[in-house]
Every structure is written in structure tokens, then in C-alpha cells.
């Protein structure tokens, strides 16, 4: 059995695999097992957001792991404290909790939101409000709180006290809002609001900013918390650190993975100082969270990545990308949008004008000349390459899209 049909035989099947087996990466590029190089503009789905084996990460992680890779929370170690220490002095947090994924952060900040009211004598106030078309994750709290059906179909009874508003309409919050304002003490409240500053799987979406303000203020004026995932949009991805700084306004939560640990698994759940009062000893835990291992390499990364001129570097890039990506929209009807931020960028086909040509087709196209792009919704290409990508890379891709674009305007499917 080769490694495509082992994966396929032994791992329940939950994922549609593209058919490439990778062996290694360096940087932006992406080796497979026929020693084919391709340019990787999805970077693990925006993980390795320094680029595949990145020199300081990998010396970090060995260092680390010759010296102790784990010995739980109930001890501690310099990477955890430093590292906390430093996300701290980085964002508008006081406290937080290291998870091991995304979902499990969200979980955390689920709980957290929760509790925070009943610690405060609140006991019926637990409804959480997030978004239509919002990605919170797989785990039965985090599929309950995602506004997309499809990830929660055959898993019911999902979890109880999530409500879902259109994203980006301030009437549809304060509808929701009002109708839950009077209540008795036995009618459950809302206890937060949590979204995507922009919206990843849903088909990247930026928040309005105007929006996100009135969002902070209606919780303010409601007594109820600020959920930011920034799992998909923290860590540089969006221009800033995180991308609430480029909003200008603050959560009261925020949850972070995906690029914290360029590829290891970790995730975090910060707190403002108000809001990590909700937990106390044995309110939550984790075994794995915030292994010395992994918290070693996130370390490095928010070192490198939190620097100034490396932000400044990926909002150019970012800038740059869009704006060629526009040029192809003047050139191609069927390009309905291109949005997106800093590096996080979607273009949106119209399916109706590509003679059965869908994103996915496009993914699969853009591969076979070497290029690793993402397709979500089925009408939008996701692209979330290495912060660390060089414009000539993205020119190369521009080439490339432009030259499976005008066959898709000639009626090809094939390059
Ligand atoms: N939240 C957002 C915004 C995400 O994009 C994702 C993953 O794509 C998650 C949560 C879940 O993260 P994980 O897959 O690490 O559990």
C-alpha cells in the first residue's frame, strides 16, 4: 500500500485529502515525494505563518526537546511563564489559559463567559450570541456556537443557548438583544457575544469597522461580554498582531492558535481583568496545555512575528496582493469580489460565468502548476500563504491565475 491508500484505510475519513503526498518545506515552498516544489499560499491553513521549518522555531523546538517536553500543569515552566507574560504585555489581556487547538481555546472562552456571570450571582445568564456563517470549531460546544448547519448536521442535541445573527447587520444584534433584555430571574440572559473579526471559513468576511465599534459599545450598554476569535486572524495574519488592534476595539475574551505555534499545536484563551475572575482553582484544565514544548516555539513566534517592521512587511505584502488581485478582476467578469485583510484574502467567483468551472476545480488547477491555494464555500479561493512570502512569489501566482482564468473565460477546464 502506498501512503495515499494507508491514509485512506486506516483514518476515518472525514477529510476531502487532496491527492499529494508532502515529504518536506522550507520558507514558502513545499516539497512532495516525486521531489516536486510548489508554493505554498495556504501556509496549513494559515498555521505556518513563518514559513515551513523556519530556522529560530526549529532550533527552539530541538533545544526544548532535548531538555523536557512535558510535566503537566500541576508545575512550572519558564517557556509557559514567558510566554504568557509576553501575549499579556502584547494585548489588552491580564490573564489567560493555554489550550491545545482551536476549538479547545473557544471551549475555554465558552466557559469562561458562562461562568463569569454565575460567579457573579447571575445563574441564569448563559446564552451566548454569535454568527450566521461563523467557524468556532468541531468540539460539541464550539459546532453548537458555529453559525453553519452543515458542520452541526448528526450531531444532535447540540449544545443549548446559542443564538445566531446575520453578521455585519447591527439591527439583527439589537433586535436579538432587546428581545432577551427583560427577562426574570428564571428566563435565560445573554451572556456574550462572540464572532470573527473577519470571518475565515465562513468565506472571509471583514467585520465592518463601524459595526464592530456599535457590537463593543451594545455589550457595554448590556452588561455582556466580547468574544474575539482571532484563531484564523491573530498573530500578524490581518497586518497587526492581533486584529482587533486594527479595528481599535477591544474584547473582553479573545482565543488564539492556528499561528501561535507555526505548526505545533497550541491555542490560548485571554482574559481581561474583569472577566478571568470567572475562573478559579479547578474551574478548567488541560493536560497538554501549554507544554514547555510548545510554548518554546510560540515564544519565537510571537518574538518574531510581533515585531514592528515584520507587521509593517506583511500589510505591504498584503496590500500589494490584493491590489494585483483587483487587476484580474478588472480583466475577468466572473471575479465577483476580492476582500480580505493583510494576508487573509478571499476572491469570490460568480459560478454562473465559469462554465462549470468551481473554486475547488480552480484549487486542483492551481496545483497542477505548483501552487497550493484553498477553496471555501465552493465559490471563494481563500489565500493565507507564509507571512514570510516574497512578492515575487505572489506575482508568480498572479501568472498563473490569469492564465487558468482565461481559459475558464474560453470554456477550458484544463490548463
Ligand atoms: N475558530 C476559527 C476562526 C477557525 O478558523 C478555526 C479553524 O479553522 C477554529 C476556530 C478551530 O480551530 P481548531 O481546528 O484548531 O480546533
Not at 460567579?119 to 454568527?131: A, L, P, S
Not at 510560540?298 to 517592521?309: F, H, R, T
Not at 487587476?327 to 465577483?336: D, N, Q
Not at 497542477?368 to 506575482?395: T, W, Y
Amino acid at each position: 500500500m502506498n501512503i495515499i491508500e494507508k491514509t485512506d484505510e486506516n483514518i476515518i475519513n472525514t477529510y476531502a485529502r487532496v491527492q499529494k503526498v508532502f515529504v518536506s518545506g522550507k520558507g514558502s515552498t513545499l516539497k512532495d515525494e516525486h521531489g516536486r516544489t510548489y508554493i505554498d499560499f495556504l501556509a496549513g491553513i494559515a498555521v505556518c505563518s513563518l514559513g515551513h521549518c523556519h530556522a529560530s522555531i526549529t532550533k527552539a523546538v530541538s533545544d526544548q526537546a532535548s531538555k523536557l517536553v512535558h510535566v503537566s500543569n500541576l508545575f512550572y515552566t519558564q517557556p509557559q511563564a514567558e510566554l504568557a507574560l509576553m501575549l499579556i504585555e502584547k494585548s489588552f489581556a491580564s490573564k489567560l489559559f493555554f489550550a491545545n487547538s482551536g476549538a479547545e481555546a473557544n471551549e475555554a472562552a465558552i466557559k469562561l463567559a458562562r461562568r463569569y456571570f454565575k460567579v457573579k450571582g447571575e445563574k441564569n445568564k448563559f446564552r451566548i450570541i454569535t454568527m450566521e456563517q461563523s467557524f468556532h470549531g468541531r468540539t460539541m460546544a464550539t459546532l453548537s456556537a458555529t453559525g453553519q448547519n452543515k458542520i452541526k448536521q448528526g450531531f444532535d442535541p447540540i449544545l443549548d443557548g446559542f443564538i445566531h445573527v446575520r453578521f455585519n447587520d447591527i439591527k439583527s444584534l439589537k433586535k436579538c438583544m432587546d428581545k432577551n433584555r427583560d427577562r426574570d430571574a428564571e428566563t435565560p440572559g445573554i451572556c456574550a457575544v462572540m464572532l470573527e473579526p473577519v470571518q475565515g471559513e465562513g468565506g472571509v468576511i471583514p467585520a465592518d469597522p463601524v459595526y464592530l465599534k456599535e457590537v463593543r459599545k451594545l455589550c457595554d450598554d448590556n452588561d455582556i461580554l466580547l468574544i474575539f476569535d482571532e484563531i484564523q486572524t491573530g498573530m500578524g495574519r490581518c497586518g497587526t498582531l492581533f486584529a482587533y488592534e486594527t479595528y481599535g476595539v477591544e474584547p473582553d475574551i479573545m482565543t488564539l492558535a492556528k499561528a501561535l505555534g507555526n505548526g505545533l499545536p497550541i491555542g490560548a484563551m485571554l482574559a481581561s481583568k474583569k472577566t478571568e475572575q470567572g475562573f478559579d482553582f479547578g474551574s478548567h484544565g488541560s493536560t497538554f496545555g501549554g507544554t514547555p514544548l510548545v510554548t518554546a516555539a510560540a515564544l519565537e513566534v510571537v518574538k518574531i512575528i510581533s515585531n514592528p517592521s515584520f507587521l509593517k512587511e506583511c500589510r505591504r505584502k498584503g496590500s500589494y496582493f490584493i491590489s494585483q488581485l483587483f487587476k484580474l478582476k478588472e480583466k475577468y467578469e466572473f471575479i465577483r469580489d476580492i476582500r480580505g485583510m493583510g494576508l487573509l484574502i478571499g476572491l469570490e467567483i460568480d459560478l454562473s460565468l465559469t462554465h462549470d468551472t468551481n473554486a475547488g476545480d480552480i484549487v486542483l488547477l492551481c496545483l497542477e502548476k505548483g501552487f497550493i491555494i484553498n477553496a471555501i464555500q465552493g465559490n471563494i479561493l481563500r489565500f493565507a500563504p507564509p507571512l514570510v512570502i516574497e512578492k515575487q512569489e505572489i506575482d508568480k501566482l498572479i501568472d498563473c491565475l490569469d492564465h487558468i482564468f482565461n481559459g475558464i473565460t474560453h470554456g477550458e477546464k484544463q490548463p
